[in-house]
């Protein structure tokens, strides 16, 4: 059977739709436009500030690289020879915190702010670009400041962090007075060098030890213990401080961060309520495989693999954009979630076993000409990692017919395989991006973040080689302006009976398991008896079990990144109005939270309130909260007269048709090959109840047919 990559499940929200409410998860939708992004008035962030137009668009976010400029192996890549249209926003790579002041600085002074490039030609497009001499500062930043005049449209953001200069965030997240230092300061060069806002990319706010660069961990691992919750205070401080600015300054300024997509880094991440406070989230849904180890595997599979060997003993694989996806939706909306995309590889030699050399073994990363994107170590010597821009691989396969490209269905993104030289690079290429073009539309996500622009590729046909070019880049602008804004959703149900009751849902994550105490306290001035407890969670985790009371029941959500969890509480056991009561039980892989409480089916007030303020600071227009009691305005008239009295021969507009054809005959011959105990993964076919279902994605006792989200296609 062939496996299909493409996961064709309906569009859960119309286009072209009034706002309006659905029933089940009661997602929001904004009214669309007939064709194309919109731009549309929105509402406010959390600080008031009013929103862009286009602030919901699917964006091409694209990190440009300041080091580049002077390395013949990155070809001299510089701020004007990016491909300015083809992104909606420019990530500007990287500033930095100063050890000591605490303050947002240039990593490179020199060429970002003080050289004039004595010399040196810049062009973009043909056309010549020269220096602005009355900015007072010179380098990059001044180029930028030319380049976003031809590009108004263009978002652009500084972006500090990374893998080589979070070290000092460390320090910044010492106290909340380093933290108002930064962000003042933020504010200040923003305003100086022209940039739209600032992109965080702190690797990593773990308490997971030595996640993160190894260089770091002097400063890092003394600090670990709290760092989510200093992480969160910093993200809000931060929002204020641009809020204001933003007020000040009559211009919107944006604030992100790249997040890390690893299970591993997110064990220890026990804080995400920073979400709230960005404008999109950028999963670096890449590096789930590299040279630190010996598992030959994509780095960057869209889906997770079960046959993935380094994941083979965990409850569910975890290594791909779809398992990370599914966990950040537990604390924030699609609408914000951007997927990443390497435009580099990596890679190892001396690769054993596997199947064209996925899924084998090596300790070898690959060097030299299979690694001309090396870093240095202390010593000066080059780290091995197959790591390469895209460009550069095309063209050891033009020179050499031993380096060959394989597809892989089930993570749906190529990798190249030299079985000579037992050499296996990871790979993107046109098909894999419209894979991740088709997710993007399908699960409602903000776009892409791409690291690192560089690496996309053209064929030179002069110099009959692949150079930099916007391949890549050019499939995602084009068919993501082409496609309806992201819409507004909600998670939590606004169309049903609230309840005046609390949830407080804690726990203790001892990886891969999560022991939660869940307290109930009642507030509705009854007591009650056998109860049920329902919320959704993200199916990034498993539900284990429940201490006491009836067994879970396990549902698919309307929302194909949940599933919804009812729990029974014992039924010898009373909870009078203002009692709480303790439910204990275990969650394999829960990091996220849970969600869209209801006790007895009612919705908690708290909760409804909290989602309704939120989605009317947004802009969008909300149902009224159902009303337990409502009084009848219009009671029933004990004689009425009817106004459209009953015909004794009505015509029929729409008469039975006596033979109608069934689309989904069930054939009863057929008999049941669905295990309700087995792993299933995307293109397995099985048949329940006389029908026949294909699998979308892995799965494991999601019954065909509960429901039109979840991972059976009926065929």
């Given at each position: 059977?062939?496996?299909?990559?493409?996961?064709?499940?309906?569009?859960?929200?119309?286009?072209?739709?009034?706002?309006?409410?659905?029933?089940?998860?009661?997602?929001?939708?904004?009214?669309?436009?007939?064709?194309?992004?919109?731009?549309?008035?929105?509402?406010?962030?959390a600080f008031g500030v009013t929103l862009p137009g286009n602030y919901y668009n699917r964006k091409v976010v694209g990190y440009f690289p300041n080091y580049?400029?002077?390395?013949?192996?990155?070809?001299?890549?510089?701020?004007?020879?990016?491909?300015?249209?083809?992104?909606?926003?420019?990530?500007?790579?990287?500033?930095?915190?100063?050890?000591?002041?605490?303050?947002?600085?240039?990593?490179?002074?020199?060429?970002?702010?003080?050289?004039?490039?004595?010399?040196?030609?810049?062009?973009?497009?043909?056309?010549?670009?020269e220096m602005d001499e009355t900015l007072g500062y010179y380098g990059q930043f001044n180029l930028m400041h030319t380049m976003r005049k031809m590009y108004?449209?263009?978002?652009?953001?500084?972006?500090?962090?990374?893998?080589?200069?979070?070290?000092?965030?460390?320090?910044?997240?010492?106290?909340?007075?380093?933290?108002?230092?930064?962000?003042?300061?933020?504010?200040?060069?923003?305003?100086?060098?022209?940039?739209?806002?600032?992109?965080?990319?702190?690797?990593?706010?773990?308490?997971?030890?030595?996640?993160?660069?190894?260089?770091?961990?002097?400063?890092?691992?003394?600090?670990?213990?709290?760092?989510?919750?200093?992480?969160?205070?910093?993200?809000?401080?931060?929002?204020?401080?641009?809020?204001?600015?933003?007020?000040?300054?009559?211009?919107?300024?944006?604030?992100?961060?790249?997040?890390?997509?690893?299970?591993?880094?997110?064990?220890?991440?026990?804080?995400?309520?920073?979400?709230?406070?960005?404008?999109?989230?950028?999963?670096?849904?890449?590096?789930?495989?590299?040279?630190?180890?010996?598992?030959?595997?994509?780095?960057?599979?869209?889906?997770?693999?079960?046959?993935?060997?380094?994941?083979?003993?965990?409850?569910?694989?975890?290594?791909?954009?779809?398992?990370?996806?599914?966990?950040?939706?537990?604390?924030?909306?699609?609408?914000?979630?951007?997927?990443?995309?390497?435009?580099?590889?990596?890679?190892?030699?001396?690769?054993?076993?596997?199947?064209?050399?996925?899924?084998?073994?090596?300790?070898?990363?690959?060097?030299?000409?299979?690694?001309?994107?090396?870093?240095?170590?202390?010593?000066?010597?080059?780290?091995?990692?197959?790591?390469?821009?895209?460009?550069?691989?095309?063209?050891?396969?033009?020179?050499?017919?031993?380096?060959?490209?394989?597809?892989?269905?089930?993570?749906?993104?190529?990798?190249?395989?030299?079985?000579?030289?037992?050499?296996?690079?990871?790979?993107?290429?046109?098909?894999?991006?419209?894979?991740?073009?088709?997710?993007?539309?399908?699960?409602?996500?903000?776009?892409?973040?791409?690291?690192?622009?560089?690496?996309?590729?053209?064929?030179?046909?002069?110099?009959?080689?692949?150079?930099?070019?916007?391949?890549?880049?050019?499939?995602?602008?084009?068919?993501?302006?082409?496609?309806?804004?992201?819409?507004?959703?909600?998670?939590?149900?606004?169309?049903?009976?609230?309840?005046?009751?609390?949830?407080?849902?804690?726990?203790?994550?001892?990886?891969?398991?999560?022991?939660?105490?869940?307290?109930?306290?009642?507030?509705?001035?009854?007591?009650?008896?056998?109860?049920?407890?329902?919320?959704?969670?993200?199916?990034?985790?498993?539900?284990?079990?429940?201490?006491?009371?009836?067994?879970?029941?396990?549902?698919?959500?309307?929302?194909?990144?949940?599933?919804?969890?009812?729990?029974?509480?014992?039924?010898?056991?009373?909870?009078?109005?203002?009692?709480?009561?303790?439910?204990?039980?275990?969650?394999?892989?829960?990091?996220?939270?849970?969600?869209?409480?209801?006790?007895?089916?009612?919705?908690?007030?708290?909760?409804?309130?909290?989602?309704?303020?939120?989605?009317?600071?947004?802009?969008?227009?909300?149902?009224?909260?159902?009303?337990?009691?409502?009084?009848?305005?219009?009671?029933?008239?004990?004689?009425?007269?009817?106004?459209?009295?009953?015909?004794?021969?009505?015509?029929?507009?729409?008469?039975?048709?006596?033979?109608?054809?069934?689309?989904?005959?069930?054939?009863?011959?057929?008999?049941?090959?669905?295990?309700?105990?087995?792993?299933?993964?995307?293109?397995?076919?099985?048949?329940?109840?006389?029908?026949?279902?294909?699998?979308?994605?892995?799965?494991?006792?999601?019954?065909?047919?509960?429901?039109?989200?979840?991972?059976?296609?009926?065929?």
């Amino acid at each position: 059977m062939k496996r299909m990559c493409r996961r064709a499940f309906a569009v859960f929200l119309s286009a072209a739709i009034a706002v309006s409410c659905f029933a089940g998860m009661g997602r929001v939708a904004r009214a669309e436009g007939t064709e194309g992004q919109t731009v549309s008035a929105t509402g406010e962030n959390a600080f008031g500030v009013t929103l862009p137009g286009n602030y919901y668009n699917r964006k091409v976010v694209g990190y440009f690289p300041n080091y580049a400029i002077n390395s013949e192996s990155h070809k001299y890549f510089d701020i004007t020879q990016l491909q300015w249209d083809k992104l909606t926003h420019v990530q500007y790579a990287f500033a930095m915190a100063d050890a000591n002041t605490f303050e947002l600085v240039p990593s490179d002074p020199e060429n970002d702010v003080e050289s004039k490039f004595e010399g040196r030609e810049f062009y973009h497009k043909g056309q010549k670009i020269e220096m602005d001499e009355t900015l007072g500062y010179y380098g990059q930043f001044n180029l930028m400041h030319t380049m976003r005049k031809m590009y108004p449209d263009v978002t652009v953001l500084v972006s500090t962090g990374g893998w080589g200069a979070s070290q000092t965030l460390w320090l910044v997240m010492d106290s909340e007075a380093n933290m108002i230092k930064f962000a003042d300061s933020a504010v200040d060069f923003i305003r100086k060098y022209g940039f739209d806002g600032i992109d965080i990319d702190f690797e990593y706010p773990s308490e997971t030890s030595q996640s993160g660069n190894p260089n770091d961990f002097s400063i890092s691992e003394t600090r670990r213990k709290g760092i989510g919750d200093r992480y969160a205070q910093f993200i809000k401080i931060m929002s204020e401080k641009l809020s204001k600015a933003s007020k000040e300054d009559g211009k919107y300024y944006w604030l992100t961060s790249a997040v890390t997509a690893s299970s591993w880094v997110l064990g220890g991440q026990n804080n995400s309520e920073f979400l709230d406070y960005l404008d999109f989230v950028s999963i670096m849904s890449y590096d789930y495989h590299g040279g630190w180890n010996e598992f030959v595997e994509n780095q960057a599979n869209i889906y997770a693999d079960p046959a993935d060997k380094e994941t083979a003993s965990m409850a569910q694989p975890t290594l791909g954009f779809d398992w990370s996806m599914n966990y950040y939706r537990g604390a924030v909306q699609s609408e914000k979630i951007l997927m990443g995309v390497p435009y580099y590889t990596r890679g190892w030699t001396n690769v054993q076993g596997g199947e064209n050399g996925l899924h084998g073994t090596s300790r070898t990363p690959a060097t030299g000409e299979e690694n001309i994107w090396h870093d240095l170590d202390a010593n000066g010597n080059e780290e091995a990692a197959g790591a390469n821009p895209l460009w550069h691989v095309l063209n050891l396969m033009e020179k050499d017919s031993n380096y060959k490209k394989y597809w892989d269905p089930v993570g749906c993104v190529p990798h190249v395989w030299n079985a000579e030289k037992r050499t296996f690079l990871t790979f993107e290429d046109e098909q894999s991006i419209q894979e991740r073009i088709n997710v993007v539309k399908e699960k409602n996500l903000g776009g892409v973040l791409i690291w690192v622009m560089h690496g996309d590729y053209d064929y030179d046909e002069e110099k009959q080689e692949y150079t930099v070019g916007d391949t890549l880049t050019t499939m995602l602008y084009d068919q993501f302006k082409q496609m309806d804004a992201a819409k507004i959703t909600s998670d939590v149900d606004l169309d049903v009976e609230v309840a005046d009751f609390d949830v407080d849902f804690t726990g203790k994550y001892d990886h891969p398991n999560y022991y939660y105490s869940i307290f109930v306290t009642n507030n509705t001035g009854e007591s009650l008896q056998a109860f049920t407890l329902s919320f959704d969670l993200p199916k990034s985790a498993i539900f284990q079990s429940t201490y006491g009371g009836g067994a879970p029941v396990i549902t698919e959500s309307a929302d194909p990144a949940f599933n919804t969890v009812t729990l029974s509480a014992p039924g010898w056991q009373t909870l009078n109005n203002g009692e709480t009561m303790k439910l204990e039980g275990a969650i394999k892989l829960n990091f996220a939270g849970v969600k869209n409480f209801k006790l007895n089916g009612k919705a908690m007030k708290s909760e409804v309130e909290a989602e309704r303020a939120r989605l009317q600071r947004l802009g969008v227009n909300v149902p009224d909260p159902v009303d337990p009691d409502p009084v009848d305005p219009d009671p029933v008239d004990p004689d009425p007269v009817d106004p459209d009295p009953v015909d004794p021969d009505p015509v029929d507009p729409d008469p039975v048709d006596p033979d109608p054809v069934d689309p989904d005959p069930v054939d009863p011959d057929l008999e049941d090959t669905y295990d309700i105990n087995a792993v299933y993964v995307k293109g397995d076919v099985v048949i329940y109840n006389g029908q026949t279902y294909v699998c979308k994605w892995w799965t494991k006792g999601e019954i065909p047919g509960s429901s039109e989200w979840g991972p059976w296609q009926l065929q």
